[in-house]
Nanobody, 116 residues
Framework: QVQLVESGGGLVQAGGSLRLSCEASGRVISINAMGWYRQAPGKERELVAAIRTGSSTNYQDSVKGRFTMSSDYAKNTVYLQMNSLKPDDTAVYYC??????????WGQGTQVTVSS
């Protein structure tokens, strides 16, 4: 089992920045990919950024150049640095982890609200 806990969401004005954190616990050694997703009201959940072991990070086109995903393996934590935020970035942001066993785990989500 893997547990994922997000933090760092909040309310920010357009043009501002936030950093989200996702701390993994449990069988973290089995994790081979991590990702950030978001879901806005009335919309489907969408990929924001993801990285797989040994590969580079992939970003959704709308966040390229503004968001950066990084990892601190010593802390079993991944981050999503979000700069130049726009009202369209408003959503619940979820951390997702997948394992070598084919299991997928989600965090509880953290709300990001960008005011215009």
């Amino acid at each position: 089992q893997v547990q994922l806990v997000e933090s760092g969401g909040g309310l920010v004005q357009a043009g501002g920045s936030l950093r989200l954190s996702c701390e993994a616990s449990g069988r973290v050694i089995s994790i081979n990919a991590m990702g950030w997703y978001r879901q806005a009201p009335g919309k489907e959940r969408e990929l924001v950024a993801a990285i797989r072991t040994g590969s580079s990070t992939n970003y959704q086109d709308s966040v390229k150049g503004r968001f950066t995903m990084s990892s601190d393996y010593a802390k079993n934590t991944v981050y999503l640095q979000m700069n130049s935020l726009k009202p369209d970035d408003t959503a619940v942001y979820y951390c997702r982890g997948s394992t070598t066993y084919g299991s997928v785990y989600w965090g509880q989500g953290t709300q990001v609200t960008v005011s215009s």
